[in-house]
C-alpha cells in the first residue's frame, strides 16, 4: 500500500511538471531546435557517450576486487547495460541497481559485498558530479551560494570518512541476522576499500571521468542544437549539467522524469539561454539515452533465452565460479 503511495505521488509530481513547462515554454519553439541539427557536434557526443558504460563497468570491477571478488570484465558490462535498460522501464532508476546486484550474487559473491559495490558506484559518481558542480561554481556564482555548497561537499566528506573508518568498523556489532546485520556488512566492505588506497584512487579518477564526459556529451548535444557558445559558456554548463543531474536523482519523480526537463530549461536560462533550448537538450538526452539503453534489452532476452536452454538441457551453460582472491590483490 505504502509504495502504491509513493508511487502515485512520483506519478502526480513529473506529470505536474511536465503540465507546468509544457504551458511555460512554447513547444513550436522546441522544435525549431531540431531543424538543421549540426551533425558533427551530435556524432562527437555519441562517440563520447559509447566510452561511460566501459567506464562504469571498469570501476565496478575495480571496487569488487578491492573486496576480494573477480567477476569477468565481460559480464559485469552486460549487467551493466541490462540494468541501465531496466532502469528506464521501472518507476525508479535504482531498480537497475538491484539487478545489478542479484545479478553478481548469483556469482557466488555474498549479497553485501554486491550491494556494498553498486551502492559505492552511486556515492563515487554523485560525489564526482558534486564536485565539478562546485568548480564550476567557484567560476561563476556568487560566494554567498559557493560557501553553503562547499561547507556541505566537506561535511559529506567528513560523514564518509568517518563512518568507514577502522576504528568506527571495529566497534560495529556482529550482527548475523540477514536483515538488521546487512548495514554493518555494506560498511565493512566500504573500510576494505579504503584499505587498497590503489584501487580506491582509481574508482574516483574513473568516476571524475565519467562525469566530466556527461558535461562533454551535454556540450555537444548543446552546440548541435545550435545553442552557441554566446548563450552558455563551458563555465557555465560546468556549473549548471552536476547540478541538473543531482536533480535527477532525488525520488520524487519516475526516473526523474519532469524534474530533469524542469532543471534543464530553469537553469539555461538562468545561465543565458533559453527555457526552450534547455528542453531541447533534455528531450534529445532522452531519446538518445533510450536508443542506447535497447542495447541492454537485446542482452536480457539473450539471457532469459540462454536460460531456458539451460534449464531443457542442464549443467550445458552452468557458469563457472569466481576465483576467490584475498583483499591486498
Known sequence: MVARLLLGAKLIVSVGLLVILFRWIDFRDVVQKYRNLHWGWLILGLAILQTQSMISTLKWLVLLKADGERPRFLFLWKTYLIGNFLSLFLPTSFGGDAYRVWAVNKTGAKMSKSAASVLFDRITGAFALFTLGLIGATLVLDRNVVIPMACLYAAGIFGMVFLTSDAVVARLPQVKHKVFGFPFRILRSFNLYRHSPGKLATAFALSALFQTNVVLIVVCYARALHVTSDALSFNELLTSVPLIYLTEMLPISINGIGVRDSAFAFFFERMGGTAAQGLAVSLL????????????????????LAGRRAARNPGALEPKPNRPVSPAS
Open 285 to 304: 538526452i532522452i531519446v538518445i539515452r533510450y536508443i542506447k539503453g535497447f542495447a541492454g534489452g537485446f542482452l536480457l532476452l539473450q539471457s532469459v
